[in-house]
């Protein structure tokens, strides 16, 4: 008996070990590819084109940056500030307006897609100009609510929303529709009011898709507050881009992508919180990986 | 109990049409006579296809019927009724709650306030057999526990006709008998109205006081058959009794026809 544990511990220690190797492998390969692309991106720049030796030049970084620039460019925001402020007071006005956007966006759509899933006479009524209206490239819409609402927060806001709204009402939409009939039935039978069969099976039913969207919808969001402020701000990193774009400065560009990519992260990771803490109740609650 | 002397459930010349999406129309019963009495056991057995399930559906109040009445205790039966209880083929418990909040559902829905819900919620549990496993999830639990928790979600609104569409069908055969006879004595103690639906004529004469056979759609009575063996009974035993296998022998006669009937109809389905 002793003997068989043995080797069965044996067995579990090498698998653990495969294990441990195979996972460092991963994280070595990971690393070796970035050093490799953004290596590339350097030496490849760096290679003379603004001087005597102009005939050498392989990449601009006039017109592709380079990514010593980018950080010396986000070093210099971190210390010296932008041009219209200090860092931290544009990332804050932007993740006002993505997560402001994103949370009315996130409730107008479970408001109407639950109403429109439930009804189905308004949904036949609304259904073809909500088509429409999705169809729409509605990041024009960034213009007339620049014109209409002003420079400050409201109009990105706004644009946020407009993006959210269509990704999450389509979801929710979905998933009332999607609701078990047994589970109605049942809820009825038990003796549940309207109100009830909404709040104990539709809405819990229909929060797994209703989740999903929130994954697509948070960058939507992030994409309507900088397009926003690209179109006209008084602050925030959608104007420090417009700003680096008027400059000609690839790096400063680059260096505001940088910026939205941690938050982009930051905001998934928190996501994928929400998540795990709303449907702790599924057999295995489906983990995105994050900060890949 | 002057009630008892009104039958529990009246179907009088039931029919039900469906029309499809397309504008065809599916006649599912056609002129269902079915009387239940207070406190009877009636099983419900026929071919697939034949309108069992639709007439669970009628009774509950979930579907109202094309032509003919239904009564229940005398109502006529206009939406779904707060007397009856209804455990459904496939699980119905709700994966996003509990066991506790799964069985104190129908309490809270009707109005009782969360500590008397979960207090009623605890008892049943127990009585099901499921004490200790009140925080678990249903995907934690076997097929036979789930089905557990939907009869004390079911019974803890103690409903006075409980409607059962072949409720073990997905469990495995130990499980079943088991189910059986725990479905057995939790009737008992309860005095309700059984409507059993199954296609396993053994299940319907080792539960019931009476087999309704149902013709191949559209589903309308071929026969009852009472079945006259002594209570308590043992599921598992039952059916070694002579006079077990001279019920089922007259039932299956009946029966038998349908199912064949049925079957070359899909055969023709499949067919064309």
Redo the contacts between chains.
Sequence with gaps: MAQTSAVADDFDVARARAYERRRRLVLILRLALAVVIVGTWEITTRTGCHGPDSATCVVDPFFFGQPSGIWSQLVSWVQKGTAQGPLWEQIAVTLEETVLGFAIGVILGILFGVALGRNRLLSDVLGPYINVLNAMPRIVLGSIFAIALGLDIQSKIALAVVLVFFVVFFNAFQGVREVDRDLLANARILGASQGQLSRHVILPSALSWILTSLHTSFGFALVGAIVGEYLGARKGIGLMIATAQGTFNANGVFAAMVILAIIAIIAEALIVRLENFLIKWRPNAINYPVAM | MAESAKPAIELDRVTKRFVSPTGRSFTALRDLDLTVAAGEFVAVVGPTGCGKSTTL?LI?G?EPPSLGTIRVFGEPVKS?G?S???V?Q?D?V?????VLENVA??PR??GADNEEANTQAREWIARVGLAGFERY???QLSGGMRKRVALA??LI?QPRILLMDEPFSALDVQTRALMENELLELWASTGASVVFVTHDLEEAIGLADRVVVITAGPGTVKGTYRVDLPRPRNIAEVRFQPRFIEIYEEVWKDLRDEVLVSYERSKHLVAS
């Design positions: 559906a509950s979930l779904v707060r009856v209880g209804y459904f496939r119905a709700f994966p996003w709650k509990n559902m129908g829905f009707r999830y249903p995907h979600q079911t609104n």
